[in-house]
């Protein structure tokens, strides 16, 4: 097993080098700049737009379901077990690191998702079919490309995000909090996700739209009560958390330079992993959404990464750090488990919590990445290779369970990274168009007001 492990870890290695970082955040730090920092000033106004009605436009589901469905797939394991794998990696400045990229992967998001209403397709049912597969073909003329990242997502959906981090983390929830075995969550799970997925986007988008935001909201309250209770610690977690980004003691362990660059890699790394941006997977759920304006769905979209990063991996790295459960010999689950247990004075209510907020994030999570990689399987194969799909993705479900959590978050991040390459060179090339867009939308919003 070691061999693999060895050539695994070079690989995720190569792949999450420099140059990826570079365009991860080069992309964002270019719309960034060329948007005005429309994530910042426009923040606002999308998160109006999130909870107001929408009108009765083209479109499979409500703007607000296509978020919560984009949401499901990005509130996961990696706001609760992927923060804690960034700060045992990188330490506590792996944070920091997570908000730069979250903060950048906003704009991102906002320009991924706007190209997916801009050139989204509807199939022989009347249903939409949009992401980066259309509009990498049909707007950047690259049937290439657009290949490349559906057979790319089609690897996230199956082996990366969408299913064994998701079911090993629900395995081992059950386990720690209720003694469950793994072969029984495995039968139940499966069972689970194919009575919702079955029914496509529209039941995906039902389900998702009511577990999210109860789920968030109860996961960031459980943070809170922690935070609250521990209220004289937050400011120099906080120092902390900043202090360690520029220095030697970023990582545990390594030289200066290794040491800044590691919380760099594991803060970029697994910020992506949590919130998706410039992966091209939000912008599949988005392509649904009943609307006629691009940059529209494109800000209510953006507000997804503020959510799952800025808000929830927040909490989760905070409650980490300030009880220094970080600094423990727990990994993953465990270690953010151990800091809830230490937080809330508790060694029956962390566990509790822990699980409980774990099992509904990666369920919900599964299910996205089921409705991804069924997107992909229709641009690929057409309508009638949904049913295998479904049955080999019904499969990996039930056998994820037993998998190893080392080989489960290299093979994740791999597949992860070349899923994004394809797509950020597509918003690249596509650039004048997200700014054209942005223009009409931003002189229409004007024009309305005056």
Known sequence: MQPYLDILTSIQSFVWGAPLLLLLVGTGVYFTVRLGA???????QALKLVFSKSSSQ??????????C???SATIGTGNIIGVA???????PGALFWMWMAALFGMATKYAECLLAVKYRRKDKNG???GGPMYYLEHGANSPLLAKLFAVFTLGVAC??????PQVNAISNAASIAFDIQPWQTGIVLTALVAAVTIGGIRSISTVASALVPSMAVFYVLACLAVLILNADAVPGAVMLVINSAFSPEAATGGVVGGGIMLAIQAGVSR???SNESGLGSAPMAAAAAQTDSPARQGLISMTGTFFDTIVICTMTGLTLVLTDAWQSGYVGAEMTTSAFSIGLGSNYWGPLLVSIGMTFFAFTTILGWNYYGERSVVYLFGQNAILPYKIIFLGLVAVGTFLKLDIIWIIADIVNGLMAIPNL?????????????????????LATKS
């Open 85 to 91: 794998t960034a700060i045992k990696l990188g330490g």
């Open 58 to 67: 083209e479109g499979d589901v409500s703007p607000f379901a296509a978020l």
């Open 271 to 273: 910020g992506v992993f």
């Open 38 to 44: 429309i994530q910042i000033f426009k923040l606002p």
């Open 425 to 445: 060179i597509g918003l690249l090339l596509l650039r004048e168009v997200i700014l054209s867009e942005t223009r009409l939308f931003l002189d229409s919003a």
């Open 127 to 129: 249903n939409m079919m």
């Open 159 to 164: 082996f990366g995000i969408g299913t064994f």
């Open 69 to 71: 469905t984009a949401l």
